[in-house]
Nanobody, 115 residues
Framework: QVQLVESGGGLVQPGGSLRLSCAAS????????MFWYRQAPGKEREWVAS???????LYADSVRGRFTISRSNAENTIYLQMNSLKPDDTAVYFC?????????WGQGTQVTVSP
C-alpha cells in the first residue's frame, strides 16, 4: 500500500506561480512512475506530467514549457512547479503513483487561477 498526500495549492493570479508537492509513504520500495493529473469542474481528468524513476519527464501539450515535474527520492516526494499560470489551469490536481502494477491516488489539492 502507498499513501500520497498533495499540498501547495491555492489561489494565484494569472501569470503567477505555485509549487505543488506530493509526499509518498507506506510501501514505496517498489514504486515506479509517478504522475500529476488535474480535473476541472465538468471535465474529465487530464494527464499533466509524468516522471520516471530515473527522472525523465513528460508533459501534456497544454503545460509544456510552463510546468516542471521533479522528484526528491531522499524525501519520497515529487513536485510540480507551475509558472505562467492561466485561468484554464484551474483544477484539482492529483498525484498518482504506480507500484507493483497498482495505481495509487492522492486526495487532490485545489489550484485556482483568477484575477
Amino acid at each position: 500500500q502507498v499513501q500520497l498526500v498533495e499540498s501547495g495549492g491555492g489561489l494565484v493570479q494569472p501569470g503567477g506561480s505555485l509549487r505543488l508537492s506530493c509526499a509518498a509513504s507506506g510501501d514505496i520500495f517498489s514504486m515506479n512512475g509517478m504522475f500529476w493529473y488535474r480535473q476541472a469542474p465538468g471535465k474529465e481528468r487530464e494527464w499533466v506530467a509524468s516522471i520516471s524513476p530515473r527522472g525523465t519527464a513528460l508533459y501534456a501539450d497544454s503545460v509544456r514549457g510552463r510546468f516542471t515535474i521533479s522528484r526528491s527520492n531522499a524525501e519520497n516526494t515529487i513536485y510540480l512547479q507551475m509558472n505562467s499560470l492561466k485561468p484554464d489551469d484551474t483544477a484539482v490536481y492529483f498525484c498518482k503513483a504506480v507500484s507493483s502494477g497498482l495505481s495509487y491516488w492522492g486526495q487532490g489539492t485545489q489550484v485556482t487561477v483568477s484575477p
